[in-house]
């Protein structure tokens, strides 16, 4: 059977931006809880805010490296094996990409240095300040590619011209329809998977009794976020919905499993979509469902899959499912917080062990929900790679053989697998290690701080610094 060089390489794309995106979601999260902890130590003095920056400073770091090696072969693939996509619409795509770099990694890098590096070198508010810069970049850098995505899920603000995407207008281009919603989205999901992997390993303390004290701060100042945040996501995320179905209706149609356009359209929990048969095999679902959620009236009509030819509609089973598979995980994180309310008000948030146990295969969930959510959001544009302006057929590299790709995405496979476990090694590594004590010779003067930038190079290495336990 041949090797189609089209379905390979998008299987290749796919498995690289899955492994790269669970990263920076974290660390988006993360950075801007280290810049809270580190803010706090510099408000109240309390040694126990400095222990836990220094803690997830150094998750951050292990994770923040595992997302550039991981993110780095991405953009190599637009040569090579999406050279027409490239040549296309490098006049929008090639800037973008190059002022996240300019104004988000830049940043990123020179001050993640000081956070790393810094701790005892320089004062807490100094110190704090970099853990602010490192978190601001990161949302920067969530900014230039949601940006950029946005406009290949909506394209405005351009005009084609010998055949190639020439800018008329880069706010329009910029700030699409849809981008609004999927920043504040991710954004979100973000600030999730990093409250709830703070929640996991704070309860995984907990219940050994290690810095009982410590994590407890931790977990209850980070329960509050969920429970903010995750009713929050669930309204993001019906205003996303609303958003795709002006301007994305059969994305909307895979998502609810509908082929006819019609009125009175269930909302179904579990179906077998047949895109052969063009219908469902099998139906579960709530009447009116999905005409009422979507069109706010028990009436509304909802597109349906058949308005489009066969050969245009998306692999509907995989947009089905992982739609249901991300909203099924943000409704079990809403009852996560929920319950966790109602622990705190019995007084048992942090003693209750099947509670701590929950929490701690939560820190898992938010990574698939941002798995399905992308899946969702970038097969349910297929057969488009830029949505209704250039096809993935159009846009691969025309010398480009199966073999190729296959050959390529088996050596990534396995490149990443060493990759991901050397990752999850340290991390565990640094989780069992715990929280560092803070000794007496650690504090820092104003006096042991060099005035002079070369002034730091006479200073004697110390042995017992934070940085060489590091």
């Keep these: 059977m041949a090797l189609d060089p089209i379905l390979l390489s998008r299987l290749q794309f796919a498995f690289v931006v899955s492994f790269h995106a669970i990263f920076p979601v974290f660390t988006i999260g993360l950075a801007s809880y280290v810049a809270v902890l580190q803010g706090l130590y510099v408000a109240t003095g309390n040694a126990v805010w400095d222990r836990l920056g220094l803690f997830w400073t150094k998750i951050f770091a292990v994770v923040f490296g595992m997302g550039v090696v991981s993110g780095i072969v991405m953009a190599f693939q637009f040569g090579t094996n999406w050279s027409n996509f490239s040549q296309f619409a490098s006049n929008f795509i090639g800037p973008m990409l190059s002022y996240e770099v300019i104004t988000a990694f830049f940043l990123e ?28 970049g990161t949302f920067i850098s969530a900014f230039w590619i949601l940006a950029t995505n946005s406009w290949m899920q909506t394209p405005q603000g351009y005009e084609i011209r010998e055949g190639a995407v020439h800018v008329t207008s880069w706010l329009e281009a910029m700030f699409t329809p849809s981008f609004p919603y999927r920043f504040a989205h991710m954004a979100l999901a973000a600030f999730l998977t990093g409250g709830f992997v703070v929640c996991g390993v704070s309860a995984w303390f907990l219940l050994r009794r290690r810095d009982v004290e410590a994590h407890k701060r931790a977990l209850s100042m980070t329960m509050w976020l969920l429970l903010i945040l995750a009713p929050l996501q669930a309204f993001v995320g019906d205003e996303h919905g609303l958003n795709t179905l002006e301007h994305q209706p059969m994305k909307i149609a895979a998502m609810e499993g509908n082929w006819e356009t019609q009125s009175n359209v269930p909302l179904l ?155 999850i090694y340290y991390l565990f590594k640094v989780v069992r290690q715990g929280l560092d004590d803070l000794g007496a010779d650690e504090e820092v003067h104003d006096a042991d701080r060099p005035m002079r930038p070369l002034s730091a190079t006479h200073v004697p290495f110390d042995g017992t610094t934070a940085s060489s336990r590091s």
């Design 109 to 136: 890098a020179g001050f993640l240095g000081v956070l790393l590096f810094g701790r005892h070198r320089v004062s807490p508010s100094v110190h704090f300040f970099a853990a602010l810069m490192v978190a601001i």
């Design 269 to 423: 929990l579990f179906a077998l979509p047949d895109r052969e048969l063009q219908a469902n095999r099998f139906e579960i679902g709530i009447p009116n469902g999905a005409s009422l959620i979507l069109r706010h009236d028990v009436d509304g009509v909802v597109p349906g899959l058949k308005e489009i030819p066969v050969d245009q509609q998306q692999p509907v089973w995989i947009v089905f499912y992982s739609f249901r598979v991300m909203v099924a995980l943000g409704l079990l994180m809403i009852a996560f917080a929920v319950t966790g309310l109602v622990l705190r008000r019995g007084g048992k948030l942090y003693t209750s062990r099947w509670f701590l146990h929950g929490l701690q295969g939560m820190s898992l969930a938010p990574f698939i929900a941002v798995l399905a959510g992308w899946f969702v959001t970038e097969i349910g544009r297929s057969p488009w790679l830029v949505y209704n302006v250039l096809s993935y057929a159009d846009a691969v590299t025309p010398s480009l053989t199966g073999g190729m790709v296959l050959a390529t995405l088996i050596g990534y496979v396995a490149v990443y697998a060493v990759i991901f476990w050397a990752g």
